[in-house]
């Protein structure tokens, strides 16, 4: 499996049978250059232009944009109705999380998380094995809380996402914002993350932090 990450909260997962592409922005929206995509998947977490540019997808992929178990190309998807923001239903709105199950590889996407996962959250989503985690804070889960979100989930390979990188109109926190609250050194940066089930960090490891290099137009 190999995981691209094209900026803000979109990535490409692929493997031999399939190709997922998580939330792509609209350019216009967000100020970054959305390289040209092709998927069998596409998940939108929510429907802000910067996450639901579906259009913007070539391969005429199946779109999942709602709760629910999917199956295609041989990628299992969890879909687990989540919220935008802490305070109340109504303040942000309605998020998705998705996990992919890919060459027996469990990957989380937390979209615009802004909660720590409830005990039913956390069950629904299973063992996670890299989690896709919002680490910008203002939009999404505060940074301090970030922390604790991530060791409840547990996950032996975590790649930050939707954080401030040139070009994005958006404020947000940095990366730098993130790994000084985590106190956790950081991986080599990677273009093409390329992991097999082996290169998971065994139960009694720490989890890795490897951020990516965005691959923009």
């Known amino acids: 499996m190999q995981i691209t990450w094209h900026g803000h909260s979109c990535f490409t997962i692929k493997n ?4 997922v592409v998580t939330d792509p ?10 390289p040209s995509l ?3 998947i596409v998940t939108i977490s929510h429907s802000h232009p910067g996450h639901s540019n579906s259009k ?3 391969g005429k992929p199946l779109v999942f944009d709602t709760p629910g178990e999917y199956e295609a190309s041989e990628i299992a998807v969890i879909a687990v109705p989540s919220w935008h923001n802490a305070k ?11 996990s992919f199950s ?17 005990a039913e959250q956390n069950d629904q989503l299973g063992d996670v094995d890299v989690l896709m985690v919002p680490v910008g804070g203002i939009s999404t889960l505060e940074i301090k809380k970030t922390k604790e979100l991530i060791e409840k989930i547990s996950p032996g390979i975590v790649i930050p996402m939707h954080y401030k990188i040139p070009g994005l109109k ?10 000084k609250e985590m106190g956790m050194p950081a991986q080599e940066k990677q273009t093409i993350l390329k992991i097999e089930k082996k290169d998971l960090p065994k139960e009694d490891e720490d989890f890795l932090i490897i951020p990516m290099e965005p691959v923009l137009a």
Do not use: M
């Open 56 to 58: 913007a997808v070539e």
């Open 102 to 118: 890919v060459e027996d590889i469990n990957v989380c996407h937390l979209g615009d998380l802004g909660h720590v996962l409830t």
């Open 38 to 40: 092709s998927a069998n």
């Open 88 to 98: 109340d239903e109504d303040d942000r709105g309605a998020n998705i999380i998705f």
């Open 25 to 34: 922005y609209d350019p216009t929206t967000l100020g970054l250059k959305l």
């Open 170 to 179: 958006y404020d947000l926190g940095t990366l730098d914002d993130f790994l």
């Open 16 to 19: 031999g049978t399939g190709t």
